[in-house]
């Protein structure tokens, strides 16, 4: 399995011809345009923090698997490219009911598109890839478990360690994703603190993120072979919230810090865009940034 880091959280999984795309998103905004279009959702402000090396035109993939539709995970304009330009795709997407239909209405003009709504549990293979979705503490949110005769990734965007924002505890849900072992764990770590206001009342989510800690607690459940870091590499303007965030490599120095003391066996990958990552198949081990034995 070849794996390449886009920006963010978005990942291009190759194998056998076959493309799959985490997340894809390659077009930030600008000062000229700064509004971000979500399918589903608010429009967001957001910048790539670096921004992405990657060319939109160089991709044509198979499927496409979204982990939820914030804007810089299901950007309108970056799928509706990669639709006009794929021969056939297998749009993937946590199941947020009636909103399915938004989705559908987006792509119906390219009925090589195959809208698949997941539920917990669902599987899907395309090519060598079986794909799983799972999903955790965050509603309308999926995690990702794609395998191979290669290898396996996991990609776990926004979580949070307990459906209770106000807890710090980790959640029951997190059970089952204990001991599955992936060859590769991405999965967000930023820590952010969250204010909102509704009804007139002011108040602060801490727990609006799992941290780089609760991140390496949740790795020595999951028991991956490597680890990296996603979902904290961009700045966002929300019209209804404000995040605190910090800096990237404060979340990287913290998490291997915690990884180096509660799984000092899981390797810790930083990742910048263009990195590429190998599993299993040893032709890859000399021409990647990284390389990870797999399951064989």
Known sequence: MYIRFIAHAGFALEEDGHQVLIDPWFTDSTVKTPIMQAVVGHNTIDFQVPKTTESIGAYHPDTILLSHFHAHHAVHDDLVTLATQSKRIALCFPDVGQDNTRVEQTFALWPHVETIPFQHNDVK????????GLLHTVPKHIAWYVESKTGSILHIADPHINRDSMSRQIGEEWKQFEGLQPDLLCIN?????LRREK??????????????IEAARLAELIRPKALCLIGCYNWSVWRNRSEYIRPAPLVEEELYWALSWLVPEVKFFTLKPGNTI?????SLAGSTDYFITGQS
């Open 125 to 132: 293979t395309d090519g060598p890839f079986s794909v799983r």
């Open 199 to 212: 009804d007139g009342r002011r108040y602060i989510v801490e727990s609006g993120a799992v941290s780089p």
């Open 278 to 282: 190998g599993i299993g198949d040893m």
């Open 189 to 193: 770590a930023g820590g952010n603190g």
